[in-house]
């Protein structure tokens, strides 16, 4: 996978690049110099010509190899790189530590893992306070746990590595947007092997009848500007979609603001109705600074993960979770911390529901970027598991996209370094840490499904939404785990708001079928609001009955014509009296708190019945406490709609 598709090593223009390139002068210059022209230039491919020269001009010449390696490191050669440092290691008695690990990288990438070990303990010796994982390094000693599974893999490649990259699939209606630099050449100074490459564009390819895929089509170019697009992520049933692309696209603009080699990648919203590409907005946190790339925005909108390389982070890209707000923004990214993030760099997540995937050249693998996955808790991530063979490879592997996990799309390089390739997949091993559950409302009179419904399921273990990771009209589908239990709440207009819990169970490789019954709205028919509690002989809300009653908010807010009243009951303890006017106070202090939400307050009438209305008409002294409970009780009438 070449260096600046990764993050960071991303070209502006070609006349600012040949206008470089004609500025270099070779006169009087050493090979050596020759070499750390090109450098400067930015064209690692050509310093290797005068690299080879010094090397073989000065054999002994110790700077002159570790060049030499690095360029080849810098083009992805790991053939070359593992050589040529090998020759610098001869030469030298002592030297820095990070010489050692990127020799070992390069053994791992050309699958030498049985050279690995000394080396392993070599650097252990030198660098202790490097930051560098040593599980990592310790993995390429043992790479047969990464083939455990592979068996029960078919892969195959999609597209063809000519003299081209295909890369970053997402999907987009009947198959998948991808991005490639296929298209007419501009001639620049690369810093691939060649000294010719192309900008990154959008292409659709759609799946035949037979299985394979149409001639992919390039997206329309009002997304398509002179510079890099991609990688992208669709989401919202594909009506939008948040793409990366240079943070510039007048190329003026670029030569006037151009300091070095690099244009950041920055991200970008937009809306998708009829193939047609609209409203194009900036993420708020973009910046010339730094890359902002690789989005993964979960099916319904709610939340984003994305690499950046801004200071701060662990390594050389981390990824980074953002939360959509209330005012169509986002909150403050967070970054998601050292179980997923490394010194090394993480890259390309995708998302099914809230199993994440991501690729790393800093977790333990077979070398190169491997694939990743793990399981959110809201913004926690579980325990992160190597994908294993042949998903990944000793070289990059990267842009895993699944709707299931059992069958999807990446990309990798193992067929030839330079180019990028799309391989499909899939997986028949049972597994035993997943199960699917489809979400849907029914109408309780009907029993039919009904469409255009929202539905929101609830981790109880923390309280935290899940993300579905698909969604039609009437039915969301997520990812859980076994034996736990979830708050499902469904909402649709004219109807009432239901919460229904539910227990996953310890079913394996099933998937669950959970309707949620929704009431339809009438005038004079009323709900009970469960969980609605006060302190003991007072009005006072308990914080967890406010968390029931912003569902309740959110129903009026749905509902903007309805009216209601709030009816409050108490049991049969105390007084009449009394229970008359504590029970005015508390469906008060209910009608109160919504207000203060910003419901109307000519849309609400507060009522209390004291213990006029029990739903256990029980004998003094003999009502148990589950009967008071019972009694205890806050309800909705509509009165209105």
């Known amino acids: 996978m070449k260096e600046y598709i990764l993050v960071c090593c991303l070209i502006i223009a070609s006349l600012t690049a040949q206008g470089q390139y004609a500025d270099i002068k070779y006169i009087g210059k050493s090979s050596l110099a020759k070499g750390d022209a090109e450098v400067a230039n930015g064209s690692y491919a050509a310093s ?11 054999p002994t010449n110790a700077d002159a190899q570790l060049k030499l390696a690095k360029s080849y490191w810098k083009i992805n050669d790991m053939l070359n790189a593992e050589k040529a440092l090998a020759a610098y290691i001869k030469l030298q008695d002592e030297f820095d530590p990070e010489i050692i690990r990127e020799y070992i990288e390069a053994l791992a990438s050309n699958k030498n893992y049985d050279k690995i070990k000394p080396w392993v303990a070599k650097y252990q010796a030198k660098a202790k306070e490097s930051g560098i994982r040593i599980d990592r390094l310790d993995a390429f000693s043992n790479v047969e746990q990464f083939n455990k599974d592979s068996k029960y893999y078919t892969v195959s490649h999609l597209t063809v590595a000519n003299d081209w990259s295909d890369m970053a699939p997402t999907y987009y209606k ?54 890099h ?22 190329k003026k603009k670029a030569q006037r603001s151009r300091t070095d080699d690099q244009n950041k990648l920055n991200l970008y919203f937009a809306e998708i109705e009829n193939d047609n590409i609209k409203n194009i907005s900036q993420f708020q946190y973009n910046s010339p600074e730094y890359n ?7 099916e319904d909108g709610s939340y984003m993960i994305y690499a950046s390389d801004q200071p701060g982070g662990l390594g050389g890209a981390d990824l980074y979770i953002t939360y959509a707000t209330a005012d169509g923004g986002w909150s403050e990214p967070e970054n998601l911390g050292s179980k997923v993030n490394t010194k090394g760099s993480e890259l390309y997540p995708s998302l099914t529901g809230n199993v994440l995937y991501f690729a790393s050249n800093g977790q333990p693998g077979l070398g190169g970027m491997d694939v990743y996955k793990t399981v959110l ?28 996990g059992r069958e999807g799309y990446f990309v990798s390089n193992r067929r030839n370094e330079l180019y990028d390739v799309i391989y499909s997949y899939t997986y028949t091993k049972k597994t035993d840490d997943k199960l699917i559950a489809h979400v849907y409302a029914i109408d309780t009179i009907s029993n039919q499904v009904l469409s255009n419904t929202a539905i929101n399921v609830v981790d109880t273990r923390n309280n935290q939404f899940l993300a579905p990771f698909e969604v039609r009209s009437d039915t969301f589908t997520y990812v859980l785990d076994t034996g736990v239990e979830y708050s499902v709440i469904a909402a649709r207009q004219q109807y009432f708001t239901n919460q229904k819990v539910f227990f996953s169970g310890s079913e394996i490789n ?24 006060y302190d003991f002989d007072k009005a006072t809300l308990r914080d967890s009955s406010k968390y029931q009653l912003n569902y309740l908010i959110v129903m009026l807010q749905d509902n903007p014509t309805m009216k209601a009243e709030l009816h409050s009951h108490t049991d049969t303890r105390g007084s009449e009296s009394y229970n008359m006017k504590l029970s005015k106070k508390r469906a008060k202090s209910v009608v109160d708190y919504m207000v203060t939400a ?13 213990e006029s209305k029990p739903l256990v008409d029980c004998a003094p002294g003999e009502c148990t406490e589950e009967d008071h409970q019972l009694n205890r009780r806050t309800e909705l009438l509509v009165t209105d709609l």
Not at 198 to 219: A, F
Not at 229 to 250: A, F, H, I, W
Not at 380 to 399: H, I, R, Y
């Open 229 to 250: 697009e991609g990688p992208l992520c669709t989401y919202q049933n594909n009506s939008k979609v948040v793409l990366t692309r240079n943070n510039l696209n007048d």
């Open 292 to 298: 902002n790339a690789h989005p993964a925005v979960a």
């Open 174 to 227: 009947e198959g998948y947007l991808f991005i490639s630099d296929r298209h007419e050449k501009v001639v620049i100074r690369s810093k691939t092997k060649k000294t010719q490459s192309n900008y990154l564009d959008i292409y659709y390819t759609k799946k035949r009848p037979d299985g394979g895929y149409m001639k992919p089509n390039r997206l329309q170019k009002k997304i398509n500007t002179k510079y």
């Open 377 to 404: 808790t809201g913004k926690e991530p579980g325990k992160v598991t190597n994908l294993g063979s042949p998903v990944n490879s000793s070289k990059d592997d990267f842009g895993l996209i699944t709707k299931t």
């Open 510 to 533: 099933d998937e669950l079928d959970w309707p949620v019954p929704l009431d339809s709205m009438a005038v004079g028919k009323s709900i009970r609001l469960d969980d609605i509690y």
């Open 48 to 58: 290797i010509k005068y690299y080879k020269m010094a090397t073989e001009e000065e």
């Open 598 to 610: 910003g419901i109307n307050k000519d849309r609400l009438v507060p009522v209390g019945f004291g």
